[in-house]
């Protein structure tokens, strides 16, 4: 791979170069016209210059040079810092204002000089870099032209050199600076991401219970990590503001890893709290002197700060003193009564979505928002249902509540608009996203859009990738003709969000008239496979969206607070009120069945009932598994003894082809649905009985001589509906259904027993206090039946389909909180890999080390060995190690090492100081850091581990700085696998398995 960039490189960076200095000299015309006057915006621009550089411009104009024209890259970065505060500049810019400064002069400085002292040799990343702020900058000017031409100059570099060049050492960009360009190039570039500025991390606790991480930057320095909000409740006698974590402080390298500081001034200025730290070891002074109103104490040993309860500001600023050097970082606050206060939990599921708000203060009770209702009374008042989107399933038919919103979202293909900020159906029948569609339209849809049928995992390759055709190039905030779907997905997901948003804040306005302001507090819940990047930008995104003046504006929003808690978690903390549950000092286990991923949890509860998450991970595969294995039986009963791997397949394919009609593929479905429903071990024939002959040749004939376009489906629900008259489901004769059941359970077991160090799994009988199943996947009893026989009489599951489904939203609103309400997703633990000789028949040994404990694990190959004779699909991947060839000599394992007893929580411990695993070599090619079931790499990097959690991401700290752990681009496939027939709408194939999460599915976490 070139390190630096070649000749005909260096000519496509002179052009962009030429091509962005005269948009960029319009655009400041532009505002600057616009808030000054045309006559007046020159003298205001001049005076923004540094002195040399006002000199210089008085010469150029004594020359007759336009003001327009002597607008130079050298005055760029000086201009953005002068009238960051500026409204055009905020409103075009949003949060991005504050990082504009340091692309402009990294534009300047890295390659612009470069280029025009024709040095020789500029950097590849340099060259990366100065594309994605190109990009950034020009979708923010709005100017369609100028992207057009810039995509143009990449791709012209992309025919010309293979993507291999692009260095894949870099780790996850933002949503903000998402490449445009093709979704090869896409898959590589996305890698990229800017590493913090901040030289020092503060760890706090806000409102006492929440962690957070604030970035200290120094005073020329601008802070390139969004700013994040909170809300404080002005209820009781004063309000706790923040503590500091054992009053530590963390840095970018080793040589700075961490350390101790003191306060030593509170002060209040206009709407700003500052507090003011300075390194210091020793102990904290017990009393400290703060203005009327504040009081700041140390209770064990750790600062805490409460103003009184009538006391508002809007925003904390601290600011650090290190060897006479200041470093400053800050938080914005929103103080509010109660009533004011709308939380918002939002569970955004694969399945099927559901949402509560509720306003503080009220006494009113926890119910499930009408999403689908209001959505279609506000944005789509011209359509009347039945919808797509409506859960129609007999279980839930018996929720008097309802509010569930299915995860139907169609895609439209040509002529599309897209501003994703944009409230549902604002272009009608154009919108790329329609969220709300009527089940009678579903043949005409087929046409224009494309179905996703799970919008919550889209992004992870689900529906493989097709291109997308705007309207024209104003018709999209890319200024794009067209775009692929994979570069465009991450988007779709966020507008679907926003869509969500936009319901509810409409709902809120007519309940609460137009005079109110609000203050909206949003907690997603998330699977716990989901990666610490992608809800780190779902928090990010949330925040530009609801942090945006006109919608901030239009729903009078004075404050915002985003989270994140995990879905198992969430439901622990709705059962916690169970008195069968509760309990001091006590191990749970809590086990999330959903259709499409499973989620769980071990927590502990300590002497005061204080509840931590020790551990949490999950897998994609659960009642998707199920409902293949009823798909299967069928299938094997219609074809019977001719139901060889060849019929079965081209029957499969029949189904599953986009010339079948889609109203039979439904209704197929819900059959199938029907009978997983209704499934029981007694009571219940084989459909191999219930079937009449002549209808099952009828079937096997049509199968051997048709197409795909043939009317067989038609036929097997036909054939279905009239043996089914008088049965609700079907036997497993085949052994299919009982086999799925076993290889979920079996993962879930496996899975457990290795968080406990316990390859053998002889813990898990009698190792947990209660094992509490939640998640819809539980309302099939043989799967509860085989959950029962690992753990015993320490199951508790919960019957009911309303309980299995709401239960996390009320865990949301629980009150307590586990893990102090961290965004962190999971600890990292480092996994080192045996390798083995190739010819060996022994099985590869993997290392883990948590910091606490080392344990060795011998995969188990059977989740992933074929469970039945029809070669079911491997849904939870391989869990097997890399391997190696003989001739490189196995690492030693990891000795564990004696760490004392934290003094805190291991999460609080790690935010203080980081490295959790102390004293050990990192080796790229050796070991991995998983964290949450997903595997890590640090590229090109062999020393110390030492892993410290900025607030957005984990890094390595070395010895030069943080360095990125990214996720290995050929992570992205060929691991968790759902078989296609489940989402039979379109252009589906029944012989491809899809990948579709990017984390290997073994639980690497600790948490």
């Not at 995104?541 to 915002?560: E, H, K, M, S, V």
């Not at 939203?809 to 996994?831: C, E, K, Q, T």
Request: glycine letters at 6%.
């Amino acid at each position: 791979m070139q390190e630096n960039i070649t000749s005909f490189q260096r000519e496509q960076l002179e052009k962009a170069l030429k091509l962005f200095i005269e948009a960029f000299r319009d655009y400041i015309v532009e505002i600057l016209s616009r808030e000054y006057g045309e006559a007046d915006w020159a003298v205001k621009y001049k005076a923004a210059l540094k002195p040399e550089h006002q000199l210089n411009w008085e010469r150029e104009k004594a020359k007759g040079r336009s003001a327009r024209d002597m607008i130079d890259y050298t005055h760029l970065r000086n201009f953005a810092l002068q009238f960051k505060h500026s409204a055009a500049l905020k409103a075009d810019f949003q949060e991005d204002v504050h990082v504009l400064p340091t692309r402009l002069s990294d534009i300047y400085y890295k390659i612009r000089n470069r280029i025009r002292h024709d040095e020789e040799t500029i950097p590849k990343d340099d060259y990366i870099q100065f594309w994605l702020h190109l990009r950034a900058i020009a979708r923010a000017i709005k100017n369609p032209s100028l992207i057009e031409a810039l995509k143009t100059l990449e791709n012209d570099d992309a025919m010309k050199h293979t993507t291999t060049e692009v260095p894949t050492r870099l780790a996850e960009v933002s949503p903000a600076e998402t490449p445009t360009g093709r979704h090869n190039e896409y898959a590589l570039q996305k890698q990229i991401v800017e590493v913090p500025r901040a030289s020092l991390f503060l760890p706090i606790l806000v409102r006492g219970q929440k962690a957070h991480v604030v970035h200290l930057c120094e005073a020329d320095v601008v802070n390139n990590r969004p700013v994040r909000g909170f809300i404080f409740e002005q209820s009781g006698h004063s309000i706790t503001l923040f503590s500091l974590i054992e009053n530590t402080y963390q840095g970018r390298d080793t040589t700075h890893a961490k350390g101790k500081c003191q306060l030593k001034e509170v002060r209040v200025e206009d709407k700003t709290l500052t507090v003011v730290l300075e390194q210091n070891e020793v102990s904290p002074q017990p009393n400290i002197n703060a203005p009327q109103g504040i009081k700041a104490l140390y209770r064990q040993e750790s600062l805490v700060v409460e103003c009184s309860v009538e006391m508002a500001f809007d925003k904390i600023v601290f600011q650090l003193w290190v060897n006479d050097k200041s470093y400053t970082g800050e938080i914005q606050t929103h103080f509010a009564p109660p009533q004011l206060i709308s939380d918002v939990a939002m569970d955004f599921g694969s399945e099927a979505s559901q949402i509560v708000v509720h306003t503080r203060g009220r006494g009113e009770t926890l119910r499930r928002f009408p999403l689908l209702k209001e959505m279609q009374e506000q944005f789509y008042k011209e359509l009347q249902g039945p919808f797509h989107q409506e859960d129609t399933s007999e279980k839930e038919r018996l929720d008097t509540e309802k509010g569930f919103f299915r995860s139907q979202i169609f895609i439209r293909q040509k002529d599309a608009v897209f501003f994703k900020q944009t409230q549902p159906n604002a272009h009608q029948a154009n919108d790329l996203v329609c969220t709300l569609t009527k089940k009678g339209d579903i043949d005409n849809l087929r046409k224009t859009h494309f179905l996703i049928a799970n919008p919550k995992l889209a992004h992870l390759g689900a529906y493989g990738n097709f291109e997308i055709q705007f309207k024209d190039t104003s018709s999209n905030e890319l200024g794009s003709q067209k775009n692929d779907f994979g570069e465009l997905v991450t988007d779709i997901q966020q507008a679907i969000i926003y869509h969500f948003l936009h319901t509810i804040l409409g709902r809120l306005d007519l309940h609460a008239g137009k005079t109110h302001s609000r203050f909206i507090n949003i907690k997603f819940l998330v699977p716990n496979v989901l990666d610490q990047a992608a809800v780190s930008n779902l928090i990010t995104q949330t925040y530009q969206f609801l942090r945006q003046p006109q919608i901030a504006d239009i729903y009078r929003i004075r404050g915002i607070e985003v989270g994140t808690l995990s879905e198992s978690d969430a439901s622990f903390l709705g059962c916690w009120q169970d008195e069968a549950i509760r309990k001091a000092n006590a191990k749970y286990l809590i086990i999330d069945v959903g259709k499409g991923t499973t989620d769980f949890s071990i927590i502990e509860s300590n002497a005061q009932m204080e509840l931590s998450s020790t551990y949490r991970s999950g897998f994609i595969g659960a009642g998707n598994v199920l409902t293949y294995a009823f798909i299967e039986t069928v299938v094997s009963a219609f074809l019977g003894e001719q139901a060889t791997d060849v019929l079965r397949q081209k029957l499969l394919r029949i189904m599953t082809s986009a010339f079948t009609d889609i109203v039979n593929q439904n209704t197929f479905l819900d059959i199938i649905e029907g009978l997983k429903q209704n499934y029981r071990f007694k009571g219940i024939k084989p459909l191999s009985a219930l079937l009449t002959a002549e209808k099952r040749e009828e079937v096997v004939n049509l199968v051997i001589k048709s197409d795909a376009s043939s009317n067989v489906l038609n036929k097997i629900n036909e054939a279905l509906e009239d043996a089914l008259k008088n049965h609700k489901s079907i036997a497993d004769e085949f052994g299919f259904i009982n086999n799925a059941v076993q290889a979920v359970a079996d993962e879930i077991n496996q899975k457990v027993a290795k968080a406990l160090h316990d390859p053998t799994g002889e813990k898990l009988p009698n190792y947990f206090h209660k094992v509490i199943l939640t998640g819809r996947g539980f309302l099939f009893e043989p799967l509860v039946a085989a959950i029962r026989q690992t753990f015993s009489q320490t199951l508790l599951p919960f019957h009911t389909a309303d309980e299995l489904k709401r239960i996390c939203l009320r865990g949301a609103f629980s009150g307590r909180v586990i893990n102090y309400d961290s965004n962190l997703v999971g600890m990292p633990r480092l996994h080192t890999l045996l390798y083995q000789k190739a010819t060996s028949q022994a099985k590869p040994q993997e290392i883990i080390n948590d910091g606490q404990k080392t344990s060795v694990y011998t995969p188990s190959d059977g989740i992933s060995e074929m469970i039945h004779q029809f070669k079911f699909p491997n849904w939870f991947g391989d869990s097997k190690p890399i391997t190696k060839d003989s001739d490189e000599p196995a690492p030693l394992a990891v000795e564990k090492e004696k760490i004392p007893p934290p003094s805190t929580s291991p999460l609080l411990r790690f935010l203080a100081e980081g490295n959790p695993i102390a004293g050990t070599q990192y080796r790229a090619s050796q070991h991995t850091i998983g964290v949450s079931g997903v595997k890590y790499l640090c590229e090109g990097y062999n020393g110390p581990l030492d892993l410290m959690f900025d607030g957005e991401r984990i890094w390595m700290r070395t010895d030069g700085g943080l360095k990125a752990l990214q996720v290995p681009l050929d992570f992205f496939g060929g691991q968790s696998m759902v078989w296609k027939t489940l989402f039979p709408y379109f252009n589906a194939t029944a012989k491809e398995h899809t990948p579709i999460d990017h984390s290997q599915p073994d639980p690497d976490d600790v948490i």
